[in-house]
């Protein structure tokens, strides 16, 4: 036991040589969760795209022309001046404004006279094509009620003129109504729709940024154990200890053990930042928190240590590890939910140990399950872990005969 704990104390040692270590243990995982769960909209939120709106009309045309942005599934109009907007504009904190300037009223609409509205939008921007196709599918609908209308009040002249002006307004006032009305009921060529997740479990991106990046920042050290069992072959240190009264299950016992401890710690951190900052459920089951985060552990140490078995050099491992836990970690839901990649890839990425880590955690947290809710992805990545170590100690032997 000695020697084991003796391998673990050099390894965190070596791991903790820098302090350069904490930026990758702790103070990404914390910016990356922080960054993720406030940019990223929950199920309840408004996710259409801000689009500021200076009016200085101030009639009934502007303020119909607003209402109708308010009805679209892709902008949302925000009053504000034009200075605000010509300000935020030039600094870059809008990508897109709107001006609807004096002059716009239904006189000039009906006199055959464009209105002047006018759009900006910073260079290269796909998302403001989709607002300016909004802004005039807002606009068309407000000059056609308009236009029918107008149209209504000629044909109605034609056929008894009005007695005077005030009628004709009257007229107009009414059909106008009436082609509004008409126009709300009737039904709309697209159709916007969001998918639930199977079992209408509500979107927390707190949650699921909470989870995910302590997926991805604790797999990819656990993958990197690949990388100490290759340096102590290249340095020949290994060959060395097992001329010492050291077998090969001593070494790995003392390796493997000092990684796993270390990525529990690593996980109890984000776990309690999660708790106190973000406000994330993870004491719900402590118990079957504790069962989740240690199969999660075991199953990426048992990983990394086959991936030692299989890389060449310290070099190569090292990119690997960064490559496969990155690859794992985003294809397993752990960056954006699961849901929203096709069915199939759905299916395919349950070969992968972060699916059913993530999986579980998300049961734990948005789900509310209890022990008895995570035995399924508890059992899935113990199995991986068997897997994997049966492998790579099987190799790591095979490679000292």
């Not at 089951?285 to 030692?308: D, H, K, M, R, W």
């Not at 998300?362 to 899935?380: F, H, K, N, P």
């Amino acid at each position: 036991m000695k020697k084991i704990l003796a391998i673990i104390w050099k390894d965190v040692l070596l791991r903790f040589s820098s302090p350069v270590e904490w930026l990758f243990f702790l103070i990404l995982p914390v910016v990356f969760t922080v960054v993720l769960s406030l940019g990223t909209p929950n199920e309840n939120g408004d996710n259409r795209s801000i689009l500021l709106v200076v009016d200085e009309a101030k009639t009934p045309l502007s303020r119909e022309i607003l209402r109708q942005l308010e009805k679209s599934p892709v902008v949302r109009p925000v009053e504000t001046s034009r200075e605000d907007a010509e300000q935020r504009f030039r600094e870059r904190k809008t990508l897109f404004w709107m001006l609807i300037p004096e002059g716009v009223s239904e006189e000039r609409l009906q006199s055959g006279e464009s209105l002047p509205l006018t759009f900006y939008e910073q260079p290269n921007q796909i998302t403001a094509l989709a607002v300016r196709r909004s802004v005039q599918e807002a606009i068309r609908a407000v000059t056609q009620s308009l236009e029918a209308a107008q149209f209504a009040v000629e044909q109605a002249e034609s056929i008894r003129p009005f007695e005077n002006e005030n009628q004709r307004l009257a007229y107009f006032q009414e059909a106008h109504r009436l082609a509004v009305q008409l126009q709300e009921a009737t039904p709309e060529r697209l159709i916007v729709r969001r998918e639930n997740t199977p079992d209408s479990i509500p979107y927390d991106p707190r949650t699921n940024s909470s989870a995910g990046q302590l997926i991805t920042w604790v797999f990819i050290p656990l993958f990197g154990i690949s990388v100490l069992m290759v340096s102590e072959r290249e340095s020949r240190t290994l060959a060395r200890l097992m001329t010492t009264p050291t077998s090969s299950g001593t070494f790995l016992a003392g390796t493997i053990l000092g990684q796993v401890l270390m990525a529990l710690v690593q996980m109890a951190l984000l776990v309690g930042f999660g708790i106190i900052a973000l406000k994330v459920p993870w004491g719900r089951e402590p118990l079957g928190l504790a069962i989740v985060l240690t199969a999660s552990a075991l199953a990426a140490a048992a990983f990394g240590t086959l991936l030692g078995t299989l890389v060449r050099s310290s070099s190569q491992a090292n990119n690997l590890s960064i490559m496969l836990g990155m690859v794992m970690a985003l294809l397993g839901g752990c960056w954006y939910p699961l849901e929203l990649f096709p069915p199939v890839v759905q299916n395919v990425v349950k070969i992968l140990p972060t699916t059913w880590a993530m999986q579980g955690m998300l049961d734990l947290t948005l789900r509310a399950g209890s022990v008895q809710e995570i035995w399924l992805e508890a059992g899935v990545l113990l199995g991986f872990a068997a897997v994997f170590f049966a492998l790579g100690i099987w190799r790591f032997r095979k490679q000292l005969a």
